[in-house]
């Protein structure tokens, strides 16, 4: 079988910290304080501690030394967390932006869906829109016009099609979209999750057409996407990102399996040691019980306590403790801080402990992760930004629910909310 | 990056695509095989730009109208400047109706980078066909407001007027090629320094307008001399102004070493643009 798709040592580096202020008389003031013997009064302290262990130097590798072959015909899926790099590995394949070192060769037309309906203009028609994005995509004004027929049919907005596209509803708008994506004739296709748009319907109808694409048309299709169920239908391989480089690559179903499995490690409790700037470290972190005893699993039913201590290094500093949670696929769930710190007890230097109090009945069962962090104003420094410090999971006691449902309910999280229902 | 490349295993690649940036690589059968996206660009530009307006293309006879009116009441009768023997209100609009060409392609396309992040980020094409495009779309704005001008030529021959226009006339689509060359060029250096430096773009706001002073926009260059001669005539905009005037109507500065002088000039500008924005058009998703 010929290969498709070759990456050599594909590395991708990002500069964060030190970097341009974005003005030239910033530039210059910069330049000037230095040139004194100053400190560089635009140094944005502890952003290199954004990613994890990347401290100590300002470039942090969004993807490191990736190996990979695709076969032609082939559907590869991609899965990592966030932050693995799998939308900066997207990125270099579609020739948004380059790699730092290493190379990729491709054979055949590349065509690329990060976001469907990229430039899609409101005040044109369906009919120009799919045009302007067809040609936005790659395909030649004589290719679109050959498959118009077909991609109008697929959306199913023929009677609308001369219509502005402001008109439309989200879902029309959507359909014709991924109408014309779908129809791109290239050799390998790169997809972004963008098939997770649409009612159910619709979205069914577009996991058929990758199918369809993949398996009947012969084409080399890259796939990344949150849904493992949808990789595990579309893609025979599938590769785990994890911090920049491949976990391992193979079977979907093993892979899945994998990736799973490593998601289910939960710590309950951070001690890496101190990670953070000059100014402020976070030391330890654990999830607790109302006595302080730490848990191993949270209980839906009782409260839990998140606990982390950090020492603040220096006085009159205006410092906000947050915290971040994701859900298991990576959703951002919610970030709260503790803005009530007022007065003289939050400007000395000293080691804090924050305690936040997750009330019961208030994540839904799952998985979560939580990411610790520690803010101060003015500027938004972050001192240090810990991402998946404390992943837990939220388990239930059947026997509590007072209704007869007793399978997984749907959802995020599970408020317990107030209920009046009375006959009239 | 587009080109077949044997590789050691002698095997056939499309596409190879490296950290290698180099300074000429400028990609031009890469832009040829999007020109449809081009024609679609403009095309989506003009469309747009009709739709969103009540009054349509009555907007393009506005402003150089009202400025014709301001210009002649301020410079021309209050300030008495010379207008080389022209009709005030014809000397104003050739000049107003050339630069406003110029300063759109200029201004549209030095922000080219921050009003298509978005775009940019998610596909890819030659960057390029976005300022290309916008150079084209005003073209035809420029097209209509000529118009205006021809009609305002024919209202003064009619009143008697007359205008020595010769053999330059040929040579009006050329100067109008340099000013779409220059503003381009300019324009897409900016662009491409204003991913690093954002403060660039207010700087061009202004200096759009200070810069049509030192050009010969509202006196010709016959009334200058000396010192402020050579200013302003080394003004790589003003033998293309006076270029266009002398075209058009007949009276201006034109000979062999000043269209030399123009051409050398767009096309050093214009080079300078495409090598400057090639250079960042790459990575520039990553700094934005």
Redesign the interface.
């Known amino acids: 079988m010929s290969?498709a798709i070759k990456a050599e040592k594909l590395s991708k580096a990002?500069q964060i910290g030190e970097f341009?202020t974005?003005?030239?008389?910033r530039?210059i003031e910069r330049w000037w304080a230095l040139a004194r013997g100053k400190e560089d009064p635009f140094l944005k302290i502890g952003e290199t501690n954004v990613r994890s262990e990347k401290s100590g130097s300002n470039i942090v590798w969004s993807l490191k030394d990736l190996d990979f072959e695709v076969n032609k015909g082939e559907a590869l899926g991609i899965i990592g967390k966030n932050g693995a790099g799998k939308s900066t590995l997207l990125?270099?394949?579609?020739?948004?932006?380059?790699?730092?070192?290493?190379?990729?060769?491709?054979?055949?037309?590349?065509a690329?869906l990060?976001?469907v309906g990229?430039?899609f203009?409101p005040?044109?028609t369906g009919r120009?829109n799919i045009?302007?994005n067809g040609?936005?995509?790659?395909m030649?004004?004589s290719e679109v016009k050959k498959k118009f027929d077909e991609i109008v049919d697929f959306s199913g907005v023929e009677r609308y099609i001369d219509t502005?596209v402001k008109r439309y509803s989200s879902g029309m708008y959507v359909r014709l979209a991924f109408a014309v994506a779908a129809h791109l004739d290239s050799e390998i296709l790169i997809v972004d999750e963008v098939l997770a748009v649409g009612d159910a319907e619709f979205q069914k109808k577009c996991v058929g057409k990758m199918d369809d694409i993949s398996k009947g048309e012969g084409r080399t299709i890259l796939f990344v996407s949150h849904v493992l169920s949808m990789i595990k239908s579309l893609c025979k391989k599938t590769m785990i990102l994890e911090d920049g480089k491949i976990r391992s690559i193979g079977a979907s179903d093993e892979m899945i399996k994998e990736y799973l499995s490593s998601k289910k490690q939960t710590n309950k409790v951070w001690e890496k040691g101190s990670v953070g700037d000059h100014v402020a470290e976070l030391n330890s972190a654990k999830l607790t019980d109302e006595n302080g005893k730490k848990v191993e699993f949270v209980d839906l039913n009782k409260n839990t306590y998140l606990e982390y201590t950090y020492t603040v290094k220096e006085d009159w500093v205006n410092f906000h403790p947050n915290i971040h949670v994701f859900d298991q696929n990576g959703n951002y769930v919610f970030v709260t801080s503790d803005d009530k710190m007022s007065g003289e007890q939050k400007k000395r230097k000293g080691t804090y402990r924050s305690r936040i109090k997750f009330p019961k009945q208030f994540f839904n069962t799952g998985i979560f992760t939580i990411g610790l962090a520690l803010t101060s104003y003015p500027g938004t420094v972050i001192h240090f930004f810990e991402n998946d410090a404390i992943t837990f999971e939220v388990k239930e006691d059947l026997g509590l629910r007072t209704n007869a449902y007793t399978g997984p309910m749907p959802g995020v999280i599970r408020p317990n909310m107030d209920w009046e229902t009375q006959k009239i | 990056m587009d080109t077949k490349t044997q590789n050691a295993g002698g095997e056939d690649w499309d596409l190879v695509i490296t950290s290698k940036k180099s300074w000429f690589d400028l990609q031009l059968n890469q832009i040829w095989r999007y020109r449809d996206l081009l024609i679609l660009f403009v095309r989506r530009d003009v469309v747009a730009f009709y739709k969103q307006t009540i009054l349509g293309p009555l907007w393009y006879f506005i402003q150089p109208i009202a400025t014709t009116i301001v210009f002649t009441f301020v410079f021309g009768n209050l300030a008495g400047l010379s207008t080389d023997g022209l009709p005030q209100p014809l000397f104003y609009l050739a000049g107003i109706t050339a630069w406003n060409y110029f300063a759109d392609c200029l201004s549209k396309t030095s922000t080219v980078f921050r009003d298509n992040q978005q775009i940019f980020g998610k596909v890819y094409f030659p960057r390029v066909i976005s300022p290309l495009s916008i150079v084209l779309s005003n073209l035809l704005r420029f097209g209509i407001q000529m118009m205006l001008f021809i009609g305002l030529i024919i209202y003064f021959l009619t009143q008697g007027v007359s205008f020595p226009v010769g053999w330059e006339l040929l040579l009006f689509p050329v100067f109008v090629i340099f000013m779409a060359a220059q503003g381009l060029g300019l324009g897409m250096t900016i662009t491409a320094m204003t991913t690093k430096y954002r403060d660039l773009s207010y700087l061009v706001q202004f200096g759009v307008q200070l810069m049509m002073y030192a050009t010969t926009v509202i006196y010709p260059l016959s009334s200058l001399e000396g010192k402020m001669y050579w200013v302003v005539a080394l003004n790589p905009m003003t033998f293309v102004i006076e270029g266009i005037k002398k075209s058009t109507l007949g009276v201006g500065v034109l000979s062999l070493e000043t269209f030399i002088y123009s051409a050398f000039m767009s096309l050093f500008i214009l080079a300078m643009g495409f090598l400057i924005f090639n250079r960042v058009e790459k990575n520039f998703v990553d700094t934005i």
């Open positions: 290969v990002y341009s974005g003005t030239i008389s530039d990125k270099v394949l579609s020739q948004v932006t380059t790699p730092t070192t290493g190379k990729v060769k491709m054979k055949g037309r590349v690329s990060l976001e990229t430039g203009h005040e044109l120009e045009f302007l040609a936005i995509l790659g030649t004004k502005p």
